[in-house]
C-alpha cells in the first residue's frame, strides 16, 4: 500500500521516522533544504536508544518535482512554514496518495485536507525525544511510539495499514479514533 513514501521536513522527526523507514528497505524520499549538500556527502545517521542507523546514499531531493507522486507524504516539519504546502503537496500527489502529518499545533489537518481532501489525511501523536545534532543527524534518547488516526471519519483501512507499516519497521505504533 505504502511503496513509496516522502518525507516533508526532514529535521528529528522527519529523519528519525523516515530513516527508520528507509533501514528496513522502504522508497523514501526525504525532501532537504538547507542540509541538502552535508547530506549528498555524508548521508544520514541516527544514534538511537533502539540502535544506530546510517544512510549512505539516502535518496534526496531539492524540489518535490524531482521528487514525483508517491504512496504517502509524511509532513514532518514546523507547523510555521505551512503555507508552502500548497506548492510542496500537489507534485507528490497521485489519485490514492495519503498524507501522514507528525507536526505539533493546531490547524495542520485542516490545512493539509484544504489541499489534498479530508480524505487523505491522518494524523499522530509521536512520544519520542530526539535532537538534530548536525546537518542530517540526529539523537534519539527515549522513546519512538506513534498514536495515528484518520482525519476524516469512514476511511477505514488507512491508519491500520500504516500503524503495520510503522511496526514492521520496529516503530511502535497503534490507532486512535
Known amino acids: 500500500?505504502?511503496?513509496?513514501?516522502?518525507?516533508?521536513g526532514s529535521g528529528?522527526?522527519?529523519?528519525?521516522?523516515?530513516?527508520?523507514?528507509?533501514?528496513?528497505?522502504?522508497?523514501?524520499?526525504?525532501?532537504?533544504r538547507s542540509d541538502f549538500d552535508e547530506v549528498a556527502?555524508?548521508?544520514?545517521?541516527?544514534?538511537?536508544?533502539?540502535?544506530d542507523f546510517h544512510l549512505t546514499q539516502p535518496n534526496i531531493f531539492r524540489d518535490p518535482?524531482?521528487?514525483?507522486?508517491?504512496?504517502?507524504?509524511?509532513?514532518?516539519?514546523?507547523?510555521t512554514s505551512n503555507p508552502l504546502l500548497e506548492k510542496i503537496l500537489p507534485p507528490l500527489l497521485k489519485e490514492t496518495t495519503q498524507v501522514l502529518t507528525l507536526q505539533n499545533g493546531l490547524g495542520n489537518c485542516e490545512t493539509?485536507?484544504?489541499?489534498?481532501?479530508?480524505e487523505r489525511v491522518l494524523?499522530?501523536?509521536?512520544?519520542?525525544?530526539?535532537?538534530?545534532?548536525?546537518?542530517?543527524?540526529?539523537?534519539?534518547?527515549?522513546?519512538?511510539?506513534?498514536?495515528?488516526?484518520?482525519?476524516?471519519t469512514g476511511t477505514s483501512g488507512r491508519k491500520e495499514a500504516l500503524a503495520a507499516l510503522f511496526q514492521n519497521c520496529k516503530i511502535s505504533a497503534e490507532t486512535e479514533e
Open 41 to 51: 556527502q555524508h548521508g544520514i545517521r541516527c544514534e538511537s536508544v533502539h540502535g
Open 12 to 32: 528529528a522527526i522527519g529523519l528519525y521516522y523516515g530513516g527508520r523507514l528507509a533501514e528496513h528497505g522502504h522508497d523514501v524520499r526525504f525532501l532537504m
Open 1 to 8: 500500500m505504502f511503496s513509496t513514501i516522502a518525507i516533508v
Open 65 to 79: 518535482q524531482d521528487c514525483g507522486p508517491v504512496d504517502l507524504v509524511i509532513v514532518a516539519w514546523k507547523a
Open 123 to 152: 494524523a499522530a501523536l509521536c512520544f519520542v525525544c530526539i535532537n538534530r545534532i548536525a546537518p542530517g543527524q540526529i539523537r534519539h534518547t527515549d522513546g519512538g511510539k506513534m498514536a495515528i488516526g484518520a482525519f476524516a
Open 112 to 118: 493539509i485536507a484544504a489541499i489534498t481532501g479530508p
